[in-house]
């Protein structure tokens, strides 16, 4: 005798197919989203270009966040007093590698200062060099906050950096970054998620097909 409920019709599974569809819809937006981003990214290196165009000086700003209207403009800050020297990794505008001496600067009783790039070294020795006037260019500055802290809402404003135009005594001018070195990945990252919204849902029915014809 047959029986009836091994020889019923096996049925789509409604509640992981929701959940799978949901997971898609998902992978989807967020593809949407990062397609927003490189829009967004590119208005925003293209802003950057113009203020390098610029040859006016702007004042520096004291505070961050630094807006983005002033970044890669340039500008000139007093450096009354180097408070610590922070040696990092660089180059200098011919391409050759070497070590970034970036001074954090006191410019006056109070308030965070000024970060000051003054060339490139060979070592990590610092220059003698006891502060004064210095004019270059606004970027961003070596500490800029993480992605999860930004997702999170605990980032931080980051610093902006004077790159100095003329090196102190004994060391090579810094390269200066440009708009073009702005981290724009946004379309790669869209087709990343759409390419896993399609693969899920295709593993997903294959997995059910085989179930339904088992």
């Keep these: 005798m047959t029986d009836p409920v091994?020889?019923?019709?096996?049925r789509w599974p409604i509640i992981p197919t929701i959940v799978v569809l949901c997971a898609v819809a998902t992978m989807i937006a967020l593809g949407v989203w990062q397609l927003q981003r490189k829009a967004e990214k590119e208005a925003l290196i293209a802003l950057y270009d113009r203020n390098m165009a610029m040859s006016s000086l702007v004042t520096y700003p004291k505070l961050p966040p630094v807006p983005d209207t002033m970044l890669f403009r340039k500008s000139s800050v007093v450096c009354l007093e180097v408070v610590k020297w922070d040696p990092r990794g660089g180059t200098d505008r011919k391409g050759n590698s070497g070590i970034r001496m970036i001074a954090d600067c006191r410019t006056g009783a109070e308030g965070p200062g000024v970060l000051v790039d003054v060339g490139i070294a060979e070592d990590f020795k610092p220059p003698q060099w006891k502060g004064?006037?210095?004019q270059g260019t606004i970027v961003p500055g070596p500490e800029q906050p993480s992605v999860i802290a930004r997702?999170?809402?605990r980032a931080?404003?980051?610093r902006a950096m004077l790159v100095a135009d003329a090196p102190v005594a004994g060391l090579r001018?810094?390269?200066v970054p440009t708009g073009a070195d702005v981290p724009n990945n946004h379309l790669a990252y869209a087709f990343q998620w759409f390419f896993f919204a399609i693969v899920a849902l295709i593993i997903y029915i294959l997995a059910v097909r085989r179930r339904l014809q088992a």
């Design 6 to 10: 091994a020889s019923a019709p096996r």
């Design 132 to 134: 004064g006037t210095v």
């Design 151 to 153: 997702l999170t809402g």
């Design 156 to 158: 931080v404003p980051a």
């Design 173 to 175: 001018a810094s390269q």
